[in-house]
């Protein structure tokens, strides 16, 4: 199974921005549509962003479209995501995996996850 590592997260205040960094550990991110999901406390997990391998195509959750931007270099097998304009509502635990596709942003099953970073977002 892939193995991801995360990290960038952090306490903000609302409108504040972060950027989150996902690592490949031991493979090369290059073949992988990549995906950001977070959990809140007391929710499933939700798709957040995803993106293609080549990083030509992009999907975001309504709740974030217009305040979040994904990326990715694969030459350095990191995938970005920089949260602007963040909410309270954005408070979760973000973790990065590999996705079904671009379109259907959701983890594919049976994947492990890594320690996720949290993201607390202060009102």
């Known amino acids: 199974q892939l193995q991801f590592v995360e990290s960038g997260g952090g306490l903000v205040q609302a409108g504040g921005s972060l950027r989150l960094s996902c690592a490949a550990s031991?493979?090369?991110?290059?073949?992988?549509?990549i995906g950001w999901f977070r959990q809140a406390p007391g929710k499933e997990r939700e798709g957040v962003s995803c993106?293609?391998?080549?990083?030509?195509?992009?999907n975001y959750a309504d709740s974030v479209k217009g305040r979040f931007t994904i990326s990715r270099d694969n030459a350095k097998s990191t995938v970005y995501l920089q949260m602007n304009s963040l909410q309270p509502e954005d408070t979760a635990v973000y973790y990065c995996?590999?996705?079904?596709?671009?379109?259907?942003?959701?983890?594919?099953?049976?994947?492990?996850w890594g320690q996720g970073t949290q993201v607390t977002v202060s009102s």
């Open positions: 995996g590999e996705s079904v596709g671009v379109r259907a942003c959701m983890p594919i099953s049976g994947s492990s």
């Open positions: 031991g493979f090369t991110l290059d073949y992988y549509a």
């Open positions: 993106i293609s391998s080549s990083g030509e195509s992009t």
